[in-house]
Nanobody, 120 residues
Framework: QLVESGGGLVQAGDSLRLSCAAS????????VAWFRRAPGKEREFVGA????????YYSDSVKDRFHISKNNAENTVSLQMNSLKPEDTGDYYC???????????????WGQGTLVTVSS
């Protein structure tokens, strides 16, 4: 099970930190990713992190603004979001897979999501 937390309403330019807590078995080979779904749009890849070595991957739209980190001992992954923009608004989901894929079909475990709203 994956549980996201930390969403809320912020203003443009603000920062927000989301957390993803995993229960159940996690392996070092797993990748934890963040996706988001803006109103009326498809779910899109935000970024991912390898549990084995901490290597991160980001979409071009959030690169240099968002940062993903992990704590394997606590089975948590965080998404630090800086310089937020109104277009970052959406439901944010964490997911577990075996490769840092942009495709939702490559992930086999999903959280319920947490809403982030960025006002202009």
């Amino acid at each position: 099970q994956l549980v996201e937390s930390g969403g809320g309403l912020v203003q443009a330019g603000d920062s927000l930190r989301l957390s993803c807590a995993a229960s159940g078995r996690m392996f070092s080979s797993h990748v934890v990713a963040w996706f988001r779904r803006a109103p009326g749009k498809e779910r899109e890849f935000v970024g991912a992190i390898r549990r084995s070595n901490g290597r991160t991957y980001y979409s071009d739209s959030v690169k240099d603004r968002f940062h993903i980190s992990k704590n394997n001992a606590e089975n948590t992954v965080s998404l630090q979001m800086n310089s937020l923009k109104p277009e970052d608004t959406g439901d944010y989901y964490c997911a577990v897979g075996t490769s840092p894929s942009y495709s939702t079909t490559d992930y086999f475990r999903w959280g319920q999501g947490t809403l982030v709203t960025v006002s202009s």
